[in-house]
């Protein structure tokens, strides 16, 4: 028994919230079609897992968004992983970007030839690492959203305590609020209502979402990762959009509190400053990242090892930016299961674990 | 990257250092992000890191309805 988690599975409820949905969804004016976003990979994973698009009405499209921190880094930057690797840098990563395409090769290419790249399921790990091999640098690959970048980020103030001289970070964070509001902005887009990630929101509050709602009259609702959760959450939203109301409902409570978790924003706030960030697919967006702290500027390993990130160059045909932003579904791309697929993928939203065109791929 | 699950406090160690439990297995786990972590607490763990506590009141609340949810539209799968 996993506590805790077994019981936001079951089956006959998820039966009976399906039925809700439905109730939910036949108030909608005639003909119309609520598009809802669930803006987090995770979100887009467990629905396919889960298989809770086939329990949903005609009328509700669910969309997946940018909330993939794999799918949204540039090539660029894995350009600039790769040659780091390929100069005798040990590469920290969490095992998604390994077969990230960069403009030329992955990071499972660099390892290939020879360069050192470590996976690791925490940062905590890469400590470890350079702890192990104080004669050699290591460069973690400093990329997420909110919930990861605390996490991440702790690896500056954990390896300064440990006089560990060796390690530093190459960030790319991303934060969750600005994407939604370039989503919300563009013409293109038209999402009918958001279903906010789980953990994002336990680390920014419920109440981040609030100027967002305010300034675009867009229902937000937070919901946890599992199959009632998700259910839960869609009823909500068309609840709201058959109403024609828009404000942010928390259905993840027992996690997300009104004012986030003030710790990791703490350690977020001490250790990174906002600055632009560069999204696959949706472009520069200012404000919408972190960098390091002049304060901890030791840790920068652009800055340490005198490179840049430069923007990078997509694989031709490639739809991912497409797919990140809801304006096509991953089979409305010309490559999928045509020459991109999970085993040799061309973009990152078929090489994630969390990527849309791989949950499509895997569950149709 | 992201999927974070509820995991429950078995040790508390000095400067952030703990351990969890899930499904009867034992890992190491970084509290220093949650607020005062006691043995017995569930915490959702991603990353390594214990990134907030669960609230299991609100919880068990939540199970209470969909199990009565289930229970009122109990009948053949479809």
Redesign the interface.
């Known amino acids: 028994m996993?506590?805790?988690?077994d019981?936001?599975r079951?089956?006959?409820?998820a039966?009976?919230?399906a039925?809700r949905v439905r109730a939910a969804a036949a108030a909608l004016p005639p003909g119309r079609v609520a598009r809802l976003m669930e803006v987090?990979?995770?979100h887009t994973?467990a629905i396919g897992r889960a298989g809770l698009r086939r329990l949903l009405p005609d009328t509700v499209d669910l969309v997946s968004g940018p909330g993939c921190?794999?799918c949204v880094t540039s090539p660029g930057y894995v350009d600039a992983a790769v040659g780091l690797a390929r100069r005798g840098v040990t590469v920290a990563t969490?095992g998604?970007l390994l077969h990230v395409p960069g403009s030329e090769t992955s990071l499972a290419g660099a390892r290939a030839e020879g360069g050192r790249v470590e996976i690791c399921?925490?940062?905590?790990?890469a400590l470890e690492i350079a702890r192990a091999e104080p004669g050699r640098e290591v460069v973690f690959l400093a990329v997420?959203?909110e919930?990861?970048a605390?996490?991440?980020v702790?690896l500056a103030p954990m390896a300064r305590?440990a006089g560990v001289r060796n390690l530093s970070m190459l960030v790319a964070f991303k934060r969750i609020p600005p994407a939604l509001d370039a989503l919300a902005r563009d013409p293109d887009v038209r999402i009918d209502g958001f279903l906010c990630?789980?953990?994002v929101s336990?680390?920014i509050g419920a109440d981040a979402y609030e100027p967002f709602v305010a300034a675009h009259r867009l229902p937000c609702v937070i919901a946890g990762?599992e199959p009632?959760d998700i259910l839960g959450g869609v009823e909500s939203l068309l609840r709201q959009v058959a109403a024609g109301q828009a404000r942010v409902e928390n259905q993840y409570?027992?996690?997300?509190?009104p004012g986030g978790?003030?710790?990791?924003q703490r350690?977020l706030d001490e250790c990174l400053e906002p600055a632009d960030a560069d999204w696959r697919g949706i472009g520069a967006l200012p404000g919408s990242g972190w960098r390091l702290r002049p304060e901890w500027a030791e840790f920068d390993a652009e800055r340490r090892h005198g490179i840049a990130v430069k923007p990078g160059r997509e694989s031709p045909g490639c739809r991912c930016g497409d797919v990140l932003r809801g304006k096509r579904k991953p089979t409305e791309c010309p490559l999928f299961r045509r020459g991109c697929d999970p085993s040799r993928p061309v973009g990152p939203c078929m090489v994630?674990?969390?990527g849309a065109c791989a949950a499509w791929f895997r569950y149709g | 990257?992201?999927?974070?699950?509820?995991m429950?406090v078995t040790a508390v160690g000095a400067?952030g250092a703990g351990e969890v439990s899930?499904?009867g297995i034992r890992q190491a786990v970084?509290l220093?992000?949650?607020?005062n972590p006691r043995p017995g607490d569930?915490v959702?763990v991603?990353?390594?890191?214990a990134?907030?506590?669960?609230?299991?009141a609100?919880?068990d609340e939540?199970?209470a309805m969909?199990?009565e949810?289930?229970?009122?539209?109990?009948g053949p799968?479809?």
């Open positions: 996993t506590d805790y988690v019981a936001f079951d089956p006959a409820a039966r009976a919230l039925a987090c990979g995770t994973m921190p794999v969490f998604d399921h925490s940062p905590e790990r997420g959203f919930t990861t605390a996490p991440v702790s305590a990630p789980a953990h336990a680390i990762f009632l409570a027992r996690v997300v509190r978790n003030r710790l990791a350690r994630s674990s969390e | 990257m992201c999927l974070g699950l509820p429950q400067d899930f499904d970084n220093s992000l949650v607020e569930y959702i991603h990353a390594g890191f990134i907030e506590k669960l609230d299991v609100e919880a939540r199970i969909f199990r949810l289930a229970g009122l539209n109990a799968a479809p």
